[in-house]
């Protein structure tokens, strides 16, 4: 077989297969040249999904009649003109093949006016061929009317799915792009009925109207910024996660992309607060310098390569783990009210109610052991046992009312509910508070900071432990007992098949310590204890905290749940446990007075 140059309308029909793949990926191509154009005001228009008809309108520069055939000529473009436009581009369209690619497999007329045109042009083609130009009517701007997409490429026709499948991509296709041009007014329509209305408007107000109240009512700014990098938008609470991931939306220079590297960066920072197999809700906006991007990976230019990525990964990581690592306050838990002042800070001793200040004084030495703190100095020798603090603290006076301003963010317990929950009023209402859940978190985030700083302090038994286990348990960690010894496990090889336990950490020291060494050897017999200690730390810190923290059907007293509430308060990642479940959810006044038909 001999070689031959293909001709240029089969050129084209090829180079749509790499660009257009469904209507969405023509419609997408459009809605870019319209923002690239300058437009304020873009208008869709769909029929049978955009299968049979896309039509987009817009308010833009506009096209000079001169240019109409080149605007659907094959690798003809105005945004780049050399190889250093092209490595920091910065409009969204600039391959050159879009048009022409859509030209090629479809019927297509384009209509377009500059600013200081006469009139309006128009120009069509079918099938690749195009007409000469004539005169039309309409106001500054462009018009691109595509019909029967793929009409003389039946092979990929068929590929297409149903009506509604189509729309919906291309639905979305628009909500994308809304999300990242809030200054641009958008209007879709479908099969002559209008689908989605968007005036020009500020960022927090698209979110709301694109992605939704739910989302919104959930979502944490994000804003943060190292030199060129900078990342702005929202993601939403851990509690608020769910299985899809249809709410993932990152833009990068304004551009919608689907980037790994930004993906495995969002997961890691959601690792320790995220349920399970969950996923996480965001829209995130990068920025940084064009030329420390590459756009030009895939035609759809979904697909980028960031030229140092690694420092692109840490950044964003950082960032979003910052914020979801923030302490608690009134209006960070689940299903919170936004708060009506700023953020609770201690009071000073000296200007708390006196009744406050005294039974704060009572249970706030008591809290550090309760909690498996260790006890200040000064109360070492009283302090015998958790039995003892119980004894004290029973003579507490219950936490009287502070005043509105002096209540901190989870305000002073109440009660305690079938010995699993704390019941406490804020100033917004009521707070419900898993006790073993947030225990749990407070535990382990000692814990992690305890091993940071090589400083987990060691609880030695009165008597050591002994217990039997597998001989190649003992094998394993037999080499490894300096290694265990610094997160607080003093363990001894009495035998081929038996370890003694001669000290455990002392945050944990009210656990089982047969439970708890029992636990560590079934994390080293799967993984290692050098992988143990170093990739899966927090796997097994989040063990031994779990294990380490009250049970349910366990009472507190009043002053060890306030003392609960207050380290909650100081922790980070406070709202969920170690495994992603919500730690407290707050039921405001409103909702409280609805349930009861208060007002009515």
């Not at 149903?162 to 809030?182: D, G, M, N, S």
């Amino acid at each position: 077989m001999s070689i031959r140059v293909l001709p240029d309308v089969l050129i084209s029909q090829i180079a749509a297969g790499e660009v257009v793949e469904r209507p969405a990926s023509a419609l997408k191509e459009m809605l870019e040249n319209s923002l690239d154009a300058g437009a304020t005001e873009i208008q869709v228009e769909l029929e049978q999904g955009g299968i049979k008809r896309i039509r987009v309108s817009d308010n833009g520069s506009g096209i000079p009649r001169d240019e109409l055939v080149l605007a659907l000529t094959r690798h003809a473009t105005s945004k780049i003109a050399s190889l250093a436009d092209l490595e920091q581009v910065a409009s969204l369209g600039f391959r050159g093949e879009a048009l022409a690619s859509i030209a090629a497999i479809a019927r297509v007329q384009l209509v377009s006016r500059g600013a200081g045109d006469a009139h309006a042009w128009a120009i069509q083609a079918e099938g690749g061929r195009l007409e000469a130009s004539s005169p039309a009517a309409r106001g500054q701007g462009t018009t691109i009317d595509i019909q029967d997409l793929f009409f003389n490429t039946p092979a990929r026709r068929k590929f297409l799915k149903t009506e509604a499948t189509e729309y919906a991509h291309c639905a979305e296709t628009v909500r994308r792009l809304a999300l990242a041009h809030p200054q641009v007014a958008f209007t879709l329509a479908h099969n002559g009925r209008t689908q989605l209305r968007l005036g020009t408007e500020s960022a927090v107000a698209r979110v709301r109207h694109v992605l939704g109240d739910a989302f919104e009512t959930n979502a944490i700014a994000v804003e943060a910024a190292a030199g060129p990098l900078r990342v702005s938008g929202w993601v939403v609470r851990p509690a608020a996660a769910t299985a899809s991931r249809d709410g993932q939306h990152i833009f990068v220079n304004g551009r919608y992309v689907r980037d790994k590297l930004i993906v495995h960066a969002l997961k890691e920072a959601y690792r320790d607060v995220l349920h399970h197999q969950l996923n996480p809700a965001y829209c995130l906006f990068v920025e940084l310098p064009p030329e420390a991007v590459d756009v030009n990976v895939h035609p759809a230019k979904t697909e980028i390569r960031f030229r140092d990525g690694r420092g692109v990964h840490q950044f964003l990581f950082h960032a979003v783990e910052r914020m979801l690592a923030a302490p608690v306050t009134a209006d960070s838990g689940p299903a919170a009210v936004p708060a009506a002042r700023p953020a609770w800070t201690p009071p000073q001793q000296a200007s708390m109610p006196l009744q406050v200040a005294e039974a704060m004084a009572l249970y706030a030495p008591l809290a550090a052991h309760a909690l498996s703190g260790a006890p200040p100095a000064s109360q070492a020798a009283e302090l015998g046992g958790l039995d003892s603090v119980r004894a004290v603290a029973t003579v507490a006076q219950p936490l009287p009312a502070a005043c509105e301003g002096d209540v901190p963010p989870l305000g002073y317990a109440l009660g305690q509910l079938h010995g699993v929950y704390v019941l406490a009023q804020n100033a917004h209402g009521l707070v419900l508070v898993d006790m073993h859940a947030a225990h749990e978190r407070v535990v382990y985030e000692k814990l992690k900071s305890a091993l940071d700083a090589r400083a987990v302090p060691a609880q030695t038994l009165l008597i050591p432990v002994a217990l039997t286990v597998d001989a190649r348990d003992v094998a394993e960690i037999s080499p490894h007992l300096d290694a265990l010894a610094e997160i607080g496990f003093e363990l001894s090889v009495s035998s081929p098949t038996s370890v003694a336990v001669r000290s455990v950490p002392w945050l944990l020291k009210d656990a089982d310590p047969v439970e708890l060494t029992r636990a560590v050897l079934a994390e080293v017999a799967e993984y290692g204890v050098g992988r143990l200690l170093a990739e899966r730390r927090n796997e097994l810190l989040a063990t031994l905290a779990c294990h380490g923290a009250v049970r349910a059907n366990r009472r507190l007293t009043l002053p060890e749940m306030n003392a609960l509430l207050r380290e909650m308060e100081a922790t980070e990642r406070a709202a969920q446990c170690n495994h992603g479940r919500p730690t407290w959810f707050q039921l405001s006044l409103r909702e409280l007075d609805a349930m009861f038909m208060r007002g009515r």
